[in-house]
Structures are given as structure tokens and as C-alpha cells.
């Protein structure tokens, strides 16, 4: 039963949704399914990730139930050494999502991303971070639009410095439709310095961090900012992250890292 419940997630992992969807039919009911204590929290956690992926409605309104009472907790086979699986925010944030409720989806995904950051678990943090850039995708507000782009791409390059080859794809995938619906040209008018500071914005630097890098006070880097929140007509720093994206500022400096590295 196990390793059909594992091996039916990868394949919908992989996009192979009718053999997975051939092995979930011959799970048990979930009413019916009843699974030893001590191996629970990972099971359920499984096969809740399979009927989010399949769209299993009324199968994820169950699982989410029985799995909230292990918000909090990190899911682990075996003793906890055989196998990780990540903050258990990040499967009912999906089972939230596959719900019809992005609100509920949003929390659980940025309390999944915050778990496995402070827990130093990179890959699920990504993951978690993909998940959530989906959900904000399918969101109507400019806003959550544009922190879907940041995510996405933040997600994409993560990925690809730790050989996470199928998440890239999809987060890639996901933010060049994002810049295709958000038009590919900004408004003109920035220097080179304030592109240089937008790019910088877009990697998730402060002011005084900025101001460190470029050797210039905090005040002069904060000033860049309110300039280039007034010439592109953004509201926050998040909508000039996304800006950024769509312009494909490269890193302005050689050696620059990702807020995730």
C-alpha cells in the first residue's frame, strides 16, 4: 500500500496523471482507510499530495481535516533519518488550493516556506515557494500577480543551482507566463543606476543592504527606491521586484546571490 501511494505521487509529480490516476482508484475509501499510528502522519500526508494533484475534491477535504491536527510538525518515514518530507503546512496549503480556498492556501504555504527555511531545508522550502506562486497566479490582484512572478523566478533559479530539474521547468514556465500577461516593457526613464537598484530590489535586498553593496549611504539607497516607485508607478517594493522580471535584469553585480542561498 505504501509504496503504491508513493510511486502513484511521483508519476502525478511527473505528469503521468492516468497511470497515477489508475493506481489512486484502487486506493480504499478514505472513510474506510485506517493506517497504523505510528506511520499515520506520512501516509495520509501521501496520499493527501496524490488527491491534490489529481484533483480529488472530496478525497482532499478529508485528508485536510485528518492531517491539520499535524500543522505544525515535519513529515518523517520511518524514525525520521529514512526519509524527510517537509513541513506539513506545504500539503495542506495544496489540499487548500485543489479546495476552491487560496486564502487558507496562502497561510499554510508561507508558514511551509518559513518551516523549512528555519528548519535549513532548501527543497522544500522551494517547493513550497513554487506552490505558492501558483496560487497567487490564479489571483486577480495586480499584487498578487506580481509577487507570483518573483516567487516563481526566485523559485527557478533556486532550483537550478541545487539540480531541482522539474520544479525549474514548471517555475520557469510559470514565470514567463507570468511576464507574458504583464506585457514585457516597463516604463521608461530609469538611469542605470536605479535599473541596477530594481534588480537589486528584485533579489530581495533592503535598503541598507543595497547601500552596503553599492557603497552609497542608506538614505541615497532608500531615495533610488522612492524614485523608482514614482517613475514606474508601483505601490510597494514587491511590484518593483516583479517590473524587474519582466525587464530581465540580470544580477548587477558579479558574485550576487539569491536571498535563498
Known sequence: ????????????????????????????????????????????????????????????????????????????????????????????????????????????????????????????ELEARYELAKVLARQVRPEDRAEALVLAADAARAAADIGMGPLRAGAEALAERLRGSAGGSGPPGLTRRERQIAALVARGLTNRQIADLLHVAERTAENHVQHILTKLGCQNRTQIAAWAMTQRLGDPRPGLTSPLD
Open 1 to 124: 500500500m505504501a509504496r503504491r501511494v508513493i510511486l502513484l505521487v511521483h508519476l502525478a509529480g511527473c505528469g503521468e496523471l492516468d497511470r497515477a490516476a489508475a493506481l489512486y482508484e484502487q486506493l480504499p475509501p478514505w472513510a474506510e482507510w485506517q493506517v497504523p499510528r505510528f506511520a499515520a502522519h506520512a501516509a495520509i500526508d501521501q496520499r493527501a499530495r496524490a488527491a491534490a494533484l489529481l484533483g480529488d475534491q472530496s478525497g482532499a477535504a478529508a485528508a485536510y481535516e485528518r492531517l491539520r491536527p499535524w500543522a505544525r510538525y515535519f513529515v518523517v518515514g520511518g524514525t525520521g533519518m529514512v526519509a524527510m518530507h517537509g513541513s506539513g503546512e506545504f500539503t495542506l496549503g495544496c489540499l487548500a488550493a485543489c479546495l476552491g480556498k487560496p486564502g487558507a492556501a496562502v497561510r499554510h504555504l508561507r508558514s511551509a516556506i518559513a518551516a523549512n527555511q528555519r528548519a535549513g531545508l532548501p527543497p522544500f
